[in-house]
């Protein structure tokens, strides 16, 4: 298995803030190839064989704007069990409703476009229910929680040009974390 070249953008570079447009339907193939080479990486960096053998860094989320282009469009590979793998292909997503509860990643949320050791807690809806659409332009809904709706919300906010680190409190990294359960 060969690992697709995508050249992610670095945090430094001002296209990650654009706001990404709505898209249309059907989907170019390119942007069906850029979608598939997406679940390739994001799995690949995910097994040990790989990303030791290609230097990857482990990532289980990427937008499209994140590859430069400013689209509604991200990737979620989730490990659900050892090596075995749950996609999800997000299109113009739209929150319906979330929690009221709040949740942060206990080591520290990472993004593919970040390149350094960022301390500090992000504040994520615990749950939420978003609607979207999948590849082929259909309407539909999802329920998500825990670390795939932290995962959800980190990619939206890459739709939006916001980044993780944008989130965290300069002056006190972990500002509320005592309002906040620990995943
Ligand atoms: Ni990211």
Known sequence: MEVPHLKILDEK??????????????????DKKRIQD????????????????????????????????PKNIFVI??????????????????????????????EGEGCLSVNREVEGIVPRYARMRISYQDENGEKKEIRVREEVSVAFQHEMDHLNGILFVDKIDKKNPFKDQDKMREI
Do not use: C, W
């Open 13 to 30: 570079n001002k296209t990650l803030r654009l706001t990404s447009k709505e898209v249309t339907f059907p989907l170019s193939n390119e």
């Open 38 to 69: 997406i679940i390739t990486y994001l799995t690949m960096s995910q097994i040990e064989e790989y990303y030791t053998k290609y230097n990857l860094r482990p990532g289980m989320g990427l937008a499209f704007i994140q590859l430069g282009i």
């Open 77 to 106: 590979v989730e490990e659900v069990d050892e090596e075995k793998f749950q996609n999800y292909v997000i299109i113009n997503p739209k929150m319906i409703s979330h929690s009221e509860e709040l949740v942060y990643i206990g």
